[in-house]
């Protein structure tokens, strides 16, 4: 799977969510964001070689950046204004780092032309009354699109593949701003089931838990 499709399958994706609920004249929302990601270590196997744990960094800032993108569909026209499903897409990223190349002798280990995320997911929103703040909370499912970079001995991975899937958590709160704007903070997990194939035949599983503390901001309508 090439970078353009990966992009174009997230995008489309997003697209078609807007346009199926625009049609229940509900309250719409899209939100960008940006922030700080982490992720523990994980434990790796691969097929042809000993397993062993990965020590990540997220270096969230370094080209290509995290962000993420969502859109959201507020089902006030089925009589509950406070329940949401939105369709989130992440670029997340891991690198291994130093003392996880040195253990496995390998120059490249990295998920971060993405570690790409895409959920739906259930929103609920706690509107706090004569004040401009909305506390949220929110849980899903999706799938992990990752960029597979592996540079080992045998041979050199370089691509995108369906990982697996994903599951997500987040909770946060939102200000109101203007009146079709807000900003927001939250804090974002996902848990990736990663089961990909490398050089030489050979397959690579791990579990990815990252952690992400988001600020951006929303467009309603």
């Known amino acids: 799977m090439s970078k353009k499709i990966a992009c174009l399958s997230s995008s489309a994706a997003i697209a078609a969510l807007l346009l199926f609920t625009s049609a229940a004249r509900a309250?719409?929302?899209?939100?960008?964001?940006?922030?700080?990601?982490?992720?523990?270590?994980?434990?790796?196997?691969?097929?042809?070689?000993?397993?062993?744990?990965?020590?990540?960094?997220?270096?969230?800032?370094?080209?290509?950046?995290?962000?993420?993108?969502?859109?959201?569909?507020?089902?006030?026209?089925?009589?509950?204004?406070?329940?949401?499903?939105?369709?989130?897409?992440?670029?997340?990223?891991?690198?291994?780092?130093?003392?996880?190349?040195?253990d496995t002798g390998w120059s490249h280990f990295e998920f971060t032309d993405g570690l790409n995320l895409v959920t739906l997911n259930a929103l609920y929103r706690f509107p706090i009354e004569g004040t401009r703040f909305t506390p949220y909370v929110g849980a899903g499912a999706g799938v992990n699109i990752p960029h597979v970079e592996v540079t080992r001995a045998s041979g050199t991975t370089s691509e995108f593949q369906l990982g697996g899937a994903t599951v997500q958590a987040q909770v946060g709160v939102a200000y109101d701003i203007a009146d079709r704007w807000q900003a927001f903070v939250e804090y974002k997990g996902n848990y990736s089931w990663v089961d990909v194939d490398i050089d030489s035949g050979a397959t690579l599983k791990t579990n990815i838990m990252t952690n992400a503390v988001n600020a951006g901001i929303t467009f309603r309508w």
Do not use: C
Not at 73 to 87: A, C, D, F, R, V
Not at 92 to 100: E, L, N, Q
């Open 27 to 102: 309250e719409m929302a899209i939100s960008v964001y940006g922030g700080v990601q982490s992720a523990p270590h994980s434990d790796v196997e691969v097929s042809d070689g000993p397993d062993f744990t990965a020590g990540w960094e997220g270096n969230s800032f370094s080209m290509p950046p995290y962000y993420g993108i969502r859109g959201t569909w507020w089902m006030e026209e089925i009589g509950q204004p406070n329940l949401g499903l939105s369709l989130d897409y992440s670029h997340a990223k891991v690198y291994a780092d130093d003392g996880t190349l040195a």
